[in-house]
Structure formats: structure tokens, C-alpha cells
């Protein structure tokens, strides 16, 4: 599968506009794109992040879908979005161990790599770390994008609640350490969501 995210900031005070225009008008419309398999909403309320990660069978489906997305996206997000930035990814690993629930906890873990070793980081990802991820109370999903052309990644963790994705730190750090030295990987930075939507849908 493919994927694209999207990820604002703004006012914090504004933030619950955007999101009820995407989880309504903004469902609504990917739900009419050929291949959609799925979004999830996640936001920091704290701060005024909101990240939106929609799910293609290919990778010209997620093109179809952009060109209608595009010229609709400023008027779903408005008045909240400050800034905004649109990425495209391969969904290397999609490990599901249960379905995401609202108010659960999402990780995100940007990393750079050097685009040869592409394949070397998604199998070190399915071999040692999703393994570990597995093992960590409440985990509901680990995901791993790659963008092979530019040497970019995102990890995203999915947890089923904020406890669980609080108490799962210490853990997905000694399994971050481990597959990042082995796949030759630098983590760029490391955020953590709200769980506002989440569903993929395989196949």
C-alpha cells in the first residue's frame, strides 16, 4: 500500500474545526477515491499539531486521490492550519495486532537513511523490531514508511490507550536503539498524538 500524511500546526484554540471537517466533508471524500484502504486523525492538542495519514491501494491511486485532495485541503483545514506539509510514502511493514480506538496514543519516529539501504531497514523492521514492538501491552499497530528516493522514513507506533503508549517508552527505546544501529538509520525526531480516527483496511 501507499500512503500520504499531512501535517499542520496552529492554534490550538482552532484545532476541532479542522478535525470535524476531516472526519466528516474530508472522510466523505476520500471514501469516493478509487483504492481508498483507510485514514487515521491524530492530533496534539497541547501544542496545535495535527497529523492525517490516508491509505491507497497503489501508488496511482494515491495520486488520484491528491489531485482532488489538493485543491480541497485548504478549506477542510482552514481556520487552524499555520503551516502545512504534504509527504508520500510506501508502506514498507503494516503490523496489526488489534484495532485502534479513539483516545489511544500514537508515537511517530522520523528517520533518515541512505536510500541503498532501504531494504535493509524495512527488514530489520520486520525481523527485530516489530517483534519487540509486539511484546509491549496495549500495542495496536507498528507501521513503517519509507520514502526509498529521498532516504526518509516515519515508524508510527499505535497504542489503545494513553497509558499503555505512556508505559511503552522506556521499551520501543531499547527496540528503536537496537534497529536503528543495525539498519544504519538516524532518528530526526520523535512525537506523540491523540488518537482521533484510525482505520485501515486490508486487501
Known amino acids: 500500500m501507499f500512503v500520504r500524511t499531512v501535517y499542520a500546526t ?18 466523505d471524500l476520500l471514501e469516493e ?15 496545535g499539531k495535527l497529523l492525517t ?17 489538493r485543491v480541497r485541503r485548504p478549506a477542510l483545514l482552514e481556520p487552524f492550519a499555520g503551516t502545512l506539509a504534504v509527504e508520500n510514502y510506501e ?13 489511544g496514543g500514537l508515537r ?13 531497514f524495512a527488514d530489520t523492521f520486520r525481523g527485530t523490531v516489530a517483534p519487540r514492538l509486539e511484546a509491549l501491552p496495549g500495542l495496536a ?6 520514502d526509498r528516493e529521498r532516504g526518509r ?20 527505546a531499547s527496540a528503536r536503539h537496537e534497529g536503528t544501529a543495525k539498519a544504519h538509520v538516524s532518528v530526526t525526531s520523535l512525537e506523540e498524538f491523540e488518537v482521533l480516527h484510525a482505520d485501515v483496511r486490508r486487501g
Open 153 to 172: 522514513g516515519m515508524v508510527g507506533t499505535l497504542f489503545a490507550d494513553a497509558h499503555s503508549l505512556a508505559a511503552s517508552r522506556a521499551g520501543q
Open 91 to 103: 508502506v514498507a511493514v503494516f503490523h496489526a495486532v488489534r484495532r485502534p480506538t479513539l483516545g
Open 10 to 27: 496552529g492554534d490550538p484554540a482552532k484545532l476541532d474545526t479542522a478535525v470535524r471537517a476531516l472526519n466528516s466533508e474530508g472522510h
Open 108 to 120: 511517530l519516529t522520523r528517520v533518515e537513511f541512505d536510500p541503498a539501504d532501504a531494504d535493509l
Open 141 to 146: 499497530r507498528a507501521a513503517l514508511f519509507l
Open 53 to 69: 495519514v490516508s491509505w491507497s491501494t497503489s501508488e496511482a491511486d494515491r495520486r488520484n486521490s491528491d489531485d482532488v485532495m
Open 33 to 47: 477515491r478509487p483504492g481508498y484502504r483507510g485514514a487515521g486523525v491524530f492530533a496534539d492538542r497541547e501544542l
